[in-house]
């Protein structure tokens, strides 16, 4: 594919993205297509959360036991339903889901692929109007008859797609099929997502770093020495680095993925396997991360080595800037 112009939309994007790959059924573009009308509709929504009632909590906990927020349920159903009856996808596993949905109508039931979603990361600061956003990956389909936990069971290696849409100052969709990571900033006065970040690459050093240091008095020996190191004086190294932590995991993640920077959510004494979902969240970001040049770890392997045997399974997790991820680990 020959360098796109600044501006291209995001659908003609992914038509000549296609033609790299002479094999494609254009399955996965209408996939993708999907996910973009979806959360365009998601973003009207969210812009106009404070004018109607959509803000605040609808009295329900979701399978982690978390409160529900109005617009979490709201992006979940728009994602559900255009997947469904766009007929590329099979079956789908959400974080706001107890179970996988399978998709039986007749559109859908055959198709290749699945998608696992945070229909919206960082909701419990809808109400105060900070960066929110919907998170997802693509796998294959496994099963040849009925589709069942097991085929959302893979690891991150297998993913043919992963991205995110950051709802912000401006609505960003940022993804990949393993052959860079691209942004796209949507253009309210025409309705479309159009190229503006082509082939992101994360800056191997980096000045800052997120943590929860909220959390600090549980972190564990290598979490306390590297947050030590961060804070240091050493003006050959650029340190002290500056602490950039916003609580939306999506936000946050953007941030550290352009200007370079580590994410940091280690176990603590009261979520001892992790906090953060594996196959929603973490997974998802760490394939953008190597793809944009960075790594991630869960203090022990690669995220995309882990091989998951939960529907909501939690993990630690350090992801960013390549040098940063080995600093942190070297301790």
């Not at 097991?150 to 609505?171: I, W």
């Not at 392997?301 to 998951?308: A, F, G, Q, R, T």
Request: hydrophobic share 35%.
């Amino acid at each position: 594919m020959k360098r796109p112009s600044v501006g291209m939309i995001l659908d003609e994007f992914i038509i000549q993205e296609e033609k790299g790959y002479p094999n494609a059924s254009g399955d996965l573009s209408k996939l993708l297509r999907d996910i973009g009308l979806a959360s365009k509709i998601i973003n009207r929504e969210v812009n106009k959360a404070g004018l109607v009632d959509i803000l605040g909590k609808i009295g329900k906990e979701n399978i982690q036991g978390e409160e529900v927020f109005k617009l979490d349920e709201f992006a979940n159903d728009t994602l559900i339903s255009f997947l469904k009856n766009g007929g590329q996808c099979a079956g789908v596993a959400s974080e706001e889901e107890d179970d996988i949905k399978v998709f039986e109508n007749e559109e859908a039931k055959d198709a290749h692929y699945l998608v696992l979603f945070d229909p919206l990361d960082g909701s419990s600061n809808i109400d105060t109007n900070a960066s929110i956003g919907t998170i997802f990956s693509v796998v294959r389909r496994l099963s040849s008859d009925k589709v069942t936990q097991k085929d959302f069971f893979q690891k991150g290696r297998n993913l043919v797609a992963a991205g995110y849409v950051l709802y912000g100052s401006s609505t960003m969709l940022v993804y990949s099929t393993g052959n860079g990571v691209n942004g796209f900033t949507l253009d309210p006065s025409i309705g479309e997502f159009c190229l503006s970040h082509y082939q992101i690459k994360t800056p191997e050093n980096a000045k800052q770093f997120s943590v929860n240091y909220g959390n600090h008095r549980t972190f564990d020996n290598r979490l306390i020495q590297f947050v030590d190191w961060c804070t240091e004086d050493d003006k050959e190294t650029s340190r002290p680095l500056t602490m950039r932590y916003i609580g939306s995991m999506v936000a946050d993640f953007h941030r550290n993925l352009l200007k370079g920077g580590i994410f940091i959510y280690p176990a603590t004494a009261k979520s001892p396997k992790g906090k953060l979902r594996l196959l929603y969240e973490c997974i998802p970001l760490a394939y953008l991360q190597e793809h944009a040049g960075g790594s991630s770890t869960d203090m022990h392997v690669n995220i995309l080595d882990i091989e998951p045997n939960e529907l909501h399974q939690r993990t630690p997790i350090a992801l960013g800037s390549k040098n940063l991820v080995e600093k942190f680990l070297s301790f």
